[in-house]
Structures are given as C-alpha cells and as structure tokens.
C-alpha cells in the first residue's frame, strides 16, 4: 500500500506549484508533511486525492499508476483544516454519506456509522446539524466520515490547527491510536515542528514547492540534510551563523571560538554555516561545553516555563530559549551559552557536513 | 426618553402604513363614496370590488397570467443561472471577470430599448401574447441578477466542501443535487424572490409583448376608465390583491434580504 510520486510536477499558468518531486510514501504509517503556509501541502495533498492533476510525473498507489485516476474512483478520505460537512446532513447522515455513495446497506452502514461515531465520541450528537456542534466537534465529524469507509489512503490537511489548545492536544493523542489499527497510509500536513515531532512516523519536510527531505521524523530532525530543512523543522526558527574552522578550533569571531569536537571533529578546516537550535542557546550554561556569546536582547517572551529571548549576535537575529522565568531588559547586553556539542554544520552550499 | 424611542417609530410606521392603508380602505369603498365624501374607514362596506375580480375573466386572468409569466421566470432565470454562478465561482478561465462584468452591464439599458426588437422578433416567431414572451424578455435582466446574487453565495461556500464530497465518492452531478444546491437553499430562495420582484413589478415589457390572451394584473389596472365610468374601488381592491403575492414571498427570505441586496456578498 505505498504511495509514490515519480517526477511529479505541478504548473498553474506560469507559476509552479510543485517542482519535480520523486518520493515514495511509508505504507500504513503517519506521513508528516511538515511546512510553512504555501509551502505546496495542500497542493501535494490534492494531487495524492486525484483532486488536481500532476502537470508531469506520475502517481502510484499498491502498484498502479492512478495518474488521471478520477478522484470517485480512488479509495481515498480528506479532512480540511476548515470544518468542512454537509450542513444539511445531519452528524449520521454525515458520517453516512460515503458509504450510501458507495452502496452499502442499511444495516451495514448502521454498524459502521455506530461504531466510528463511538469512538469519536459522537454517538449523543448523531441526531444534530453540524452547525449545532462545537468545533472540537465538527471536526470529529469530519474525522469520523474519513473513517469510516476503510479508506487506504487517508489525507489530513491540517486537521488541528483551527481547534483551541486543549482539544487540538486531546485529538493529536488520539489521532494516531484511531489510526493505528487500521490498515492505511496517513499523510498528515501541518506546520508545527512540534506536532511533526509528537505524531512520529517519517516527515517530509516541504519548502517552496519541493520536498527537501524524506524520512524517519527523529531522523529528519537531528541529521537535516540542508539548511532549509532544518529552518522548515525547527521553531522558534533556528540560528545560523557562518563559522570558520581553523587549527581544531571553532571560529565564531575574533573573541568568541571553541574546540572542534563532537561533530566538528572530523570537519576539514574551512568556511561553515553552522546552525544551533534555539533550545541549545541559553541564558544559563548547561554543560562545561557552553561557550558564552555576547547579544543585545530585542524582545522576551516569557510563557511561564519557558523564557524565548530574542537577541542581535552582531548583525545576526538570533533566539535562545531558557528553562525558567528570565525577563531581560530591552536593549541589554547579556551573556548567553551555546551548548556547542548540538551544533549542525553545513557546507557553503546549505548541504549538512556534519550533525 | 423611552416615549421618543417609542413615538418615533411609531410615527414611520404610521407614515409607511398611511397609503397602503388608504388603498385597502377604498377597496372596500363604493366609487361613489370614494368620490363624493372624505372618511377615514368605509361608511357603507362593499365587497363588490372583490366580487368582480374573482368572477370577472378580464380581471383574474391578469392575475393568472402574471402569475404564470412571473413563475416561467423564475424558474428558467434560477435554472439557468445556477450552472452558470458555480462556473464564475469555482473556475478561472479566460476572460471570466469580463464575462461577469458584462452580464451586469444588460441591467443598464433601460427596458424600453428592448421593447421593439422584443415585440418584432417575438411576433416573427408567433410567442407574441403568451406568457412565455413576457418571461423570456424578463430574463434578460433577471438571469444577470440570479448569476450574480449566487455566485455571491456559492462563493461564500468553501471550496473544500467540493473537493469533500468528491473524495467521499459523489459524482458531480449527485453533488451539484444533493450536497451543493442544498447547501446553498438560502441563496437560491434570494434568487428566486428578486427575479419574483422585477419580473413582478416590470410593466412595459410585458405591455408591449402582450394584447389580450396574456395580459399582465398591471396592464388591467391602468385602464381608469371602462364602460361604467371610472371605478375606483375596483382598482384598489386589484391593487390591494396585487401587494399580497409580494408580501407572501417576501416572508420566505426575510432574513436573508439583505444579504441579497450585497448580491451575496456580506
């Protein structure tokens, strides 16, 4: 049950949406695409549904090219990020619809629908019109019916993000268990890092149109294969600087270098783009390998248990995000520790050298 | 200050109210009444003017044929301009805005100067005098309406829902009839009542394209004087019945009215 895109390209007039992408899905596992808004999720979404139609390149799911295949034909199911039902219909008529399209009968249909609606909990709100219902609940719905009918493909586009907090927590738990025994492939979009990180499987990390990286999700996040993934797969965003290796030592600037060890170890001497996530950059050192670095903060933001300082490392815009309550003032100088054993670095092409 | 937020409606309400009043009241009216005294409510009450209507042909069969010319039209403006508003809203294509555009500029020649080649073209091919005449010439300003009043709303549907029903495995055209039109009940409703409006209150038009066999309620009543002189209290009772059909119909999409008049687009 695999999905693969084999030089699949996508052109509207003269803009192209999707450049030529080759991958091959993981059969009956979570499929994160992982990118920002634009980035060609929706987009490789509707072309893995049948919705659009790749300009070039083919799509083959279990063995056969269903390039062209009409979407009625194909055994897939679609949530949107918007709560999309039949405002007409009410929830059992909702979840209902595809397999009355596909002619099942009414007693069938009445145990599918019953269980599903189970255990999306939805079994008390059968009788109401989605617009009565909650959007934690809508949602459901829309879940339940992508359920229902044993699809081999199932898409998410997003399904949390317009949800509050604590259903889109609740539902994520649940996601991948209503998921895991069912015999499908789930390719899941979304834009959060975090999400990306909590659903596990494998990630495609999406940017401009193109797919940058392809693997299992742990993997994509520590080994990023360019700088691009690792910007599309960090958040708050990454830190990049340029760095120079130079006589075993880690050049920052003139004040600032360290020993190269760790993953610098086996790096030739030369220029570097070396990235640090936010994480590792902290207002107090971690660990005998901080190095300490001077900025000036911009912002700080405190979200309780966590304090994301916004500071300039000489014409740099960098972040670092501390354990605890630190507010700094606006526009002061202070020190901050890199934790130089989680350092990527990246050739002058943006390719990863070394993680 | 509570008696000023009361008085001043009730002063609108009672200036809004005054002619229509006025027209019911000399319904009930005798002419002779009507002509030769001032009373605020019918000294002698008549239902003769009524009578007449209802049992007079030349009278409810203007009724009739409004009427029917009004529903023909209805339903082909709708009809037709249902495929067409799901077009503009959902494809691009080329020149599509111009198109739009265009649509409405047939809106901004007045009536008059489609009388002519309506009544020549329409008596060339013997649809003068039916119902079906007046109601194809009043498409060529209600269909622009209907297209432009649902693309409105079936633009406000997004276009998810499509691709939804697509993936659970409808065909377009069980969509189009069992999710999409439905979906989009209250636009429809909008729709049909302002093509009911102008086709209902339109007069030239359907003057000229009609003599006798399909003379619209409005031709009858402008005829003042008949045979027996003027009778007015005849006319207002078939002004007071031509009001109801309007106010029946406005109820249906009395919340959705002035979504209509943004043609859909709030």
């Known amino acids: ?355 | 200050m509570r008696t000023t937020a009361r008085f001043i409606p009730a002063i609108y309400i009672f200036l809004l109210m005054t002619p229509i009043y006025w027209l019911i009241n000399m319904s009930f009216k005798t002419t002779n009444e009507i002509l030769g005294t001032f009373s605020l409510w019918p000294n002698e009450v008549t239902f003769d003017n009524y009578i007449t209507i209802f049992t007079d042909p030349t009278w409810y069969n203007g009724y009739f044929n409004s009427l029917s010319y009004v529903t023909i039209n209805m339903l082909i403006s709708v009809s037709v301009a249902l495929p067409a508003a799901y077009a503009f809203s959902r494809y691009r294509f080329l020149g599509d805005k111009h198109l739009f555009f265009w649509l409405l500029t047939n809106r901004m020649a007045p009536p008059a100067v489609f009388a002519l080649p309506f009544f020549q073209l329409y008596s060339a091919v013997n649809l003068f005098d039916t119902p079906l005449a007046v109601a194809l010439a009043h498409c060529l300003f209600n269909i622009p309406l209907a297209v432009w009043i649902l693309e409105g709303f079936m633009s406000g549907i997004p276009k998810e829902l499509d691709e939804t029903a697509y993936v659970d495995g409808y065909s377009f055209p069980r969509f189009f009839v069992r999710i999409f039109v439905p979906t989009i009940a209250s636009g429809i409703g909008v729709a049909l009542f302002f093509c009911f409006m102008f086709s209902w209150v339109e007069l030239l038009l359907a003057k000229t394209l009609t003599s006798v066999a399909a003379k619209p309620i409005a031709a009858t009543m402008t005829r003042t004087a008949s045979s027996s002189g003027y009778e007015l209290g005849l006319l207002a009772a078939a002004g007071t019945l031509t009001i109801i059909p309007g106010a029946f119909v406005i109820y249906f999409v009395r919340n959705y009215i002035a979504k209509g008049f943004a043609l859909g687009r709030v």
């Open chain 1, 1 to 355: 049950m695999t999905l693969v895109f084999k030089n699949v390209t996508k052109r509207v007039g003269a803009d192209v949406h999707i450049f030529d992408t080759s991958v091959e899905f993981v059969e009956n596992e979570f499929n994160i695409l992982l990118g920002t808004t634009l980035a060609g999720k929706t987009t490789l979404l509707q072309l893995m549904a049948g919705l659009e139609v790749p300009t070039s390149g083919e799509i083959w799911f279990n063995g056969n090219n269903v390039t062209g295949v009409a979407t009625q034909k194909r055994n897939v199911s679609m949530v949107h990020q918007q709560f999309i039902n039949y405002p007409h219909f009410s929830v059992y008529d909702n979840i209902a619809s595809p397999l009355r399209v596909a002619g099942f009968s009414k007693a069938d249909i009445e145990s599918r629908v019953d269980s599903v609606a189970n255990l999306l909990k939805l079994t008390p709100m059968l009788k109401r019109r989605p617009n009565e219902l909650s959007g934690g609940q809508q949602q459901r719905t829309a879940l339940a019916r992508a359920l229902v009918k044993d699809a081999d493909l199932v898409l998410l586009d997003e399904p949390l993000a317009n949800l509050d907090y604590k259903l889109r927590e609740e539902l994520r738990d649940e996601l991948p268990k209503l998921l895991s025994d069912r015999k499908c492939t789930v390719v899941y979009a979304t834009t959060e890092p975090t999400e990306a990180l909590l659903l596990g499987g494998y990630t495609a990390t999406v940017h401009e149109g193109q797919i940058t990286q392809f693997g299992k999700t742990p993997d994509v996040y520590r080994r990023p294969t360019d700088l691009e993934t690792a910007r599309v797969f960090s958040d708050p965003p990454i830190n990049t600087t340029k760095i120079i290796r130079k006589d075993g030592l880690m050049v920052l600037d003139e004040e600032v270098s360290w020993p190269a060890q760790g993953a610098a170890d086996g790096l030739a001497d030369g220029a570097y783009m070396m990235g640090i996530r936010p994480h590792f950059v902290t207002v107090q050192p971690t660990s005998e390998n901080a190095v300490a670095i001077q900025g000036r903060v911009i912002v700080s933001e405190l979200s309780g248990s966590e304090s994301v300082v916004h500071f300039k490392l000489g014409d740099l815009s960098w972040v670092s995000q501390s354990h605890g309550i630190h507010a700094i003032d606006i526009g002061a100088d202070a020190t901050f520790y890199l934790d130089t054993r989680h350092c990527i670095y990246f050739g002058e092409n943006e390719k990863l050298m070394a993680a």
